[in-house]
């Protein structure tokens, strides 16, 4: 059974940067794609970035286009999210998700993932 446990999360300033850790167990992690997604209080959760199987194509909601970036590190099982320049938008429980299937090059759908975490909170403060 694949199980994901998130972590890196806190309560930072803005403008500071901050790195979240997703592991990976249970499964095959590097024939598989990867996503990060968040839910502020009331909202719905969002996509945040996505990380193809072999770590080649990433794509990110534009809210976090050039100042995130998601990357893998398959021999600690373990998905990644830099973020930079947070600001109080960015407060929100953070996801990571992983797809059920092999070889996929990742999605900005939730419905395509078939693990989540747990989440970790994020709270940016002004």
């Known amino acids: 059974q694949v199980q994901l446990e998130e972590s890196g999360g806190g309560l930072v300033q803005a403008g500071a940067s901050l790195t979240l850790s997703c592991l990976y167990s249970?499964?095959?992690?590097?024939?598989?794609?990867m996503g990060w997604f968040r839910q502020a209080p009331g909202k719905e959760r969002e996509f945040v970035a996505t990380?193809?199987?072999?770590?080649?194509?990433?794509l990110y909601e534009d809210h976090v286009k050039g100042r995130s970036i998601i990357y893998r590190d398959n021999d600690k099982n373990t998905a990644y999210l830099e973020m930079r320049r947070l600001n109080t938008e960015d407060t929100a429980v953070y996801y990571c998700?992983?797809?059920?299937?092999?070889?996929?090059?990742?999605?900005?759908?939730?419905?395509?993932?078939?693990?989540w975490g747990q989440g970790t909170q994020v709270t940016v403060s002004s």
């Open positions: 998700a992983a797809d059920g299937r092999e070889y996929r090059l990742g999605s900005k759908t939730a419905s395509e993932y078939a693990y």
């Open positions: 249970g499964g095959t992690f590097g024939r598989t794609a």
């Open positions: 990380i193809s199987w072999n770590g080649e194509l990433t």
